[in-house]
């Protein structure tokens, strides 16, 4: 009879020990690493059976998750190891069988200078209202930046924080802020519910993890306009099409004014890519939009498609397009020419600044 328990802390180990971001484990497959964005099969462990992920997945998730899994299919959840090491999970079945990836939440919160992040995102951090998104795809350290955000306010500002997660990633310590850490399911039924609670609570700023749906965003979007610093993400690519994803969940009669409340609230939008270092691990490369007149103005009139080109030609304010911040990398030898154009969202463009 295997101890579940017990595989399950030594590969928390060998996750800690070698560096890794991410466990997966999966039905004839060894337990996987991923280590510096590259998948790494843990040989000397043998291949998961389906009573393995099974009693591994059911080992770290609660009798409440347990029932969500098997009535929904999937289950967001956090796992903590020791109360030394967190992870943020998402079991599922595919064919099946069960399966779940864990992302390796670290216990310390990194400085912007640590990360590798622009020094503007301090600007943000000082605001006493609006609304600022951190986006790009999943798992390229978009929680990570917000945790660092929040962190900042926490050390500089006394002001009331709250932040509604699904799941609780990273666990703040409290310096001059007060901060509640609020999760969906254990804490509050919804973002939405989460979200409406805010304005009862006296909160000054507000972190939700991700906007999921367009009661969350315009309750966001309200709550950034009147006298909150509101600070969320999404799964976008980059800041134009971010304010596009906003202004199409909802329906057309109501674009008009969602695109007028959001020209209003709008700080910013940092999109982020964490790309293979030349020298091991992983380091950021950025698009930073920084709401001005001009931005106000294009989002009112439903120029969105000309954005692009006002960060590029803003880069004295502080600005930065994804091809400028990729070239820079390549420049400093951080990162390789195949690596730059992987990542450019627009090859071309790249060309011409290298």
């Avoid at 993400?233 to 909802?250: E, K, P, V």
Wanted: glycine content about 8%.
């Amino acid at each position: 009879m295997i101890d579940y328990k017990k595989e399950l802390n030594d590969l928390v180990l060998i996750v800690a020990k070698e560096g890794a971001s991410d466990l997966h484990l999966a039905v004839g497959r060894h337990p996987t690493l991923r280590i510096s964005g590259a998948l790494v099969p843990l040989i000397k462990k043998p291949l998961l059976t389906p009573e393995d992920t099974k009693g591994l997945v059911l080992s770290m998730i609660s009798d409440e998750d347990k029932e969500l899994l098997m009535r929904d299919k999937d289950v967001d959840f956090s796992f903590s190891f020791e109360d030394k090491v967190r992870f943020r999970g998402n079991a599922f079945f595919q064919r099946g069988f069960l399966g779940v990836a864990l992302r390796l939440i670290p216990a310390n919160i990194k400085s912007f200078a640590e990360l590798g992040l622009p020094d503007e995102l301090n600007d943000f951090t000082r605001k006493e209202q609006g609304f600022f998104l951190v986006v790009g795809p999943v798992g390229h350290g978009k929680s990570t930046t917000l945790a660092a955000m929040i962190d900042r306010i926490n050390h500089e500002r006394a002001e009331h924080i709250i932040t509604v997660e699904d799941p609780i990633e990273y666990i703040f310590t409290q310096d001059k802020s007060i901060i509640d850490q609020r999760e969906v399911r254990s804490d509050t039924h919804d973002f939405k519910t989460a979200l409406r609670s805010m304005f009862r609570q006296d909160i000054n700023v507000g972190m939700i993890g991700e906007m999921r749906d367009r009661e969350t965003i315009s309750t966001a979007v309200t709550a950034a306009e009147t006298g909150h610093l509101i600070l969320s993400s999404l799964h976008t690519n980059n800041a134009s099409q971010t304010i596009d994803r906003i202004i199409d969940s909802f329906p057309s009669d109501q674009q008009g004014q969602i695109s007028l409340q959001l020209s209003g609230a709008l700080l910013g939008i940092f999109s982020q890519r964490l790309i293979p270092r030349v020298s091991g691990g992983l380091i950021p490369a950025y698009e930073l939009l920084i709401s001005n007149n001009a931005v106000r103005n294009l989002i009112r009139e439903n120029r969105t498609h000309e954005i692009d080109m006002v960060i590029e030609t803003g880069f004295e304010e502080g600005m930065m397009s994804l091809n400028r911040s990729l070239a820079s990398l390549l420049r400093q030898g951080e990162i390789t020419t195949e690596s730059a154009y992987a990542y450019s969202l627009n090859p071309n463009g790249l060309e011409g600044l290298m």
